[in-house]
């Protein structure tokens, strides 16, 4: 089992950056393939950006194509997500998941077994 912790959530202006970090509990990190996902007010939760157990496949949404990073640190059991260029529409609450795979990286929120408590970010205009 992992747990995980998000952090570096805040407030910015449009255009501006943020890194998401999310710290996970346990030895076995490395085998988890991993994800960020993001939930607005009066939405439901959709897919942002994943990544595989060793860092070589990763997937993003289109909304966030050449403007988020997702990259991980298996020696420090944590992922993270450097989101860029941000926009007013990014605004929501940004959670971190867990799968334990070691195939390639998965969008599917029911492929994903242990979730983070979220972190909010907000993009004013």
């Known amino acids: 089992q992992v747990q995980l912790v998000e952090s570096g959530g805040g407030l910015v202006q449009a255009g501006g950056s943020l890194r998401l970090s999310c710290a996970a509990s346990g030895r076995t990190f490395s085998t988890y393939g991993m994800g960020w996902f993001r939930q607005a007010i009066g939405t439901e939760r959709e897919f942002v950006a994943a990544i595989s157990w060793r860092g070589g496949s990763t997937r993003y949404a289109d909304s966030v194509k050449g403007r988020f990073t997702i990259s991980r640190d298996n020696a420090k059991n944590t992922l993270y997500l450097q989101m860029n260029s941000l926009k007013p529409e990014d605004t929501a609450v940004y959670y971190c998941?867990?799968?334990?795979?070691?195939?390639?990286?998965?969008?599917?929120?029911?492929?994903?077994?242990?979730w983070g408590q979220g972190t909010q970010v907000t993009v004013s205009s």
């Open positions: 998941a867990a799968r334990y795979s070691r195939g390639a990286a998965v969008t599917g929120i029911s492929q994903y077994d242990y």
